[in-house]
């Protein structure tokens, strides 16, 4: 497996297997806990099972055209014969009512085929070593606490900081990068696209 930043190639590949991440069927079970009930997860596999696309892929495609894609923290992990098995991305995300700049991760993605073997976890380690690379405070995300803790995501009241809706309490999740400063606190915005898709 190799991990490297996605290319203009990788689109379609990238939307099929997070399609095939998101695809609700009788025979894909979730490892995680399941999200609080009006959280974007729980939201998206209520409309998966009214629509053919997830609700994921299209956020995905709505991310790459706005102000927040920042394509230097998009990733796909390759399988041996280089096809696309995984993707992760962050777009920029605000904190405070001063628009501290942060970052939000998702959607992360893994073929079925290719889950429970390390992939989400390499593609998690790669974007958040980037992301710190770059110079960003902190990465913020919507996710199982069970999952994402052994990445050092904590629940966001840790640190001050406000999920985009209250009711997510412990599944919205901060990790703070080496650029963190802890005066940075208030309400986490996400890229536009989240508030719509």
Known sequence: MLIRRETRSDIDAIRAVTSAAFAK??????????????SPSTLATRHALNTTVPVEATLLDELR????????????????RGEVIGHVVCTRGHVGSDLALALGLGPLSVHPAHQRRG???????AVLGAADAFGESLVAL????????RFGFRPSTEYGITAPDPAWGDYFQVRTLTAYQPSLKGPFTYAEPFDRV
Not at 65 to 80: H, I, N, Q, R, Y
Not at 119 to 125: D, I, K, N, S, Y
């Open 25 to 38: 069927s009788d025979t894909v079970s979730t490892p995680n806990p399941p999200d609080p009930p009006n």
């Open 142 to 149: 919507l996710g199982s606490p069970a999952y994402y803790g």
């Open 65 to 80: 055209v706005s102000d927040g894609w920042l394509p230097a923290l998009s990733f796909v992990a390759t399988g041996d």
């Open 119 to 125: 992939v989400g976890l390499a593609l998690v380690h």
